[in-house]
């Protein structure tokens, strides 16, 4: 009886000291936090992806708190979300305009062919420094898959040697677009109706061409019959300004190389 | 001197606490993913040996074994080390905040990390430290260090894990603890090093 009884005060008694020690620690040591960081970190979705211009979650809700940021920067979150940061602030929000991750590019292996055989690491970054990568296209996407390692919400997948992007995962964090040796993911508006160029190729009409049965020749058809002047064709390469383009399909129809499309 | 020199060698290289023991395997292979992040968890796992060895050693001498008690030795002990690391936590969040951030997640990860209780433990076994309180302390150094060795070793290997062309089957997982076999293997070549 009297060994049982010792090991349950030894027992008892370091447990007893230590959470003496650890509680009263805590209340000497306390350190302040702000409430409200860590309301606004709670709302956050915690996906530190970096879309809103700070280091991760933790650093946006802290640059909130200071007043040094707005709500309404959280792409991921979503407009819900971002009122609720808002509540929590007492001001009212504007809404960045929901965007999507757009890759400009048409060039499935059915359209573009390869110019070298390759063995090396199988990432975009590594086959990027090899002669520009192993597409015949210079601007392509080589569809190593980077983006779709990078990708938290599953929502790019390469298909056919081409990156694709599923609307409804994206959240455009725009880890993807980081990524991208070749720079050709763009962040477009999600919600509108627009004609886009699938092409990032801007070498002259003919070399497009050879290389890619769908690259934009620059011919300009498309800026000639657009009716709102929401086209414009620069180094080889037409480019539409979704906040002018009414939808009206006249480029889509006009272009030789079908690299237009809603 | 000596002494102290080949039980804190021994730590860090024959008796290598991830290598040849096989204590603390979870964080070895948890994160090793990038050296910065391992050798952040080294150094919390080091720290949190060192005061464990320091405040258990005295526990078994002075209360656990003229008692006795030796028997309560692991629950005690485990009752300790979590006591000792939230502490630790509360002491650098309040004093060196900026530890306490490049530490961040690991340093409550080490509550249940067995390699920490193993060294506490196997101090009372090792032949070396015979009962000596000074080599007992140096023993942990060593134990820790050796764990970050082992932790910086195995993150230059998974890097270039990474990038490697793996077949699909061992993708993930199994290259990685096949990884982890061929340099525990390579650890061997220490064997007698230290007598």
């Known amino acids: 009886m009297n060994v049982i009884l010792l090991a349950i005060i030894v027992v008892a008694g370091i447990g007893l000291i230590a959470g003496l020690g650890l509680s009263l620690a805590s209340v000497l040591m306390a350190v302040k936090t702000d409430e409200k960081v860590e309301a606004l970190r709670a709302e956050l979705p915690g996906a530190n992806c970096g879309a809103c211009g700070f280091s991760g979650c933790d650093g946006y809700a802290e640059a909130l708190a200071k007043g040094e940021a707005k709500p309404g920067a959280c792409a991921p979150g979503g407009a819900e979300m971002n009122e609720k940061l808002g509540e929590i602030l007492g001001v009212s929000v504007e809404m960045a305009e929901p965007m999507v991750a757009t890759v400009k590019c048409n060039g499935t292996c059915d359209h573009v062919g390869n110019k070298m055989f390759y063995t090396g690491v199988s990432t975009c970054k590594a086959a990027n420094m090899m002669y520009g990568g192993t597409l015949s296209c210079s601007f392509g996407c080589l569809g190593f898959g980077d983006c779709e390692k990078a990708c938290q919400y599953g929502a790019i997948k390469v298909v056919n040697g081409k990156a694709t992007v599923d609307k409804d995962k994206c959240t455009a964090c725009t880890a993807c677009a980081k990524v991208c040796p070749k720079s050709i993911i763009e962040m477009m508006p999600e919600k509108k109706k627009y004609a886009k160029v699938v092409c990032s190729n801007k070498d002259k009409g003919a070399v497009a061409r050879k290389v890619c049965e769908v690259a934009c020749i620059g011919c300009g058809k498309c800026a000639k019959v657009c009716p709102s002047e929401a086209v414009v064709v620069e180094n080889n390469l037409a480019r539409i300004d979704p906040a002018k383009c009414t939808a009206c399909g006249a480029c889509v129809d006009a272009c030789p190389a079908k690299c237009i499309t809603f | ?195």
């Open chain 2, 1 to 195: 001197m000596a002494q102290i020199i080949t039980i804190v060698l021994a730590g860090i290289l024959t008796e290598n606490m991830v290598l040849s023991k096989f204590l603390g395997i979870c964080p070895f292979l948890g994160v090793s993913k990038k050296t910065n992040t391992a050798v952040s968890m080294g150094i919390a796992v080091t720290l949190v040996m060192l005061l464990a060895t320091a405040v258990t050693f005295p526990i078994q001498v002075y209360l656990l074994d003229p008692y006795g008690l030796s028997y309560l030795q692991t629950i005690v002990f485990i009752l300790i080390i979590a006591a000792l690391v939230q502490l630790l936590e509360i002491v650098l969040k309040k004093y060196i905040p900026p530890l306490y951030t490049a530490l961040g997640v690991y340093l409550p990860l080490i509550t249940t990390n067995c390699a920490v209780l193993g060294i506490t433990l196997l101090n009372f076994t090792n032949s070396r430290i015979e009962g000596n309180y000074a080599y007992a302390l140096f023993n942990a150094l060593g134990a820790g260090l050796g764990f970050m060795l082992a932790m910086f070793i195995f993150s230059g290997v998974r890097t270039r894990l990474e990038t490697s062309n793996i077949p699909e089957s061992l993708k993930g997982l199994p290259i990685t603890l096949v990884a982890a076999a061929i340099v525990s293997l390579s650890f061997l070549g220490f064997a007698g090093l230290v007598k």
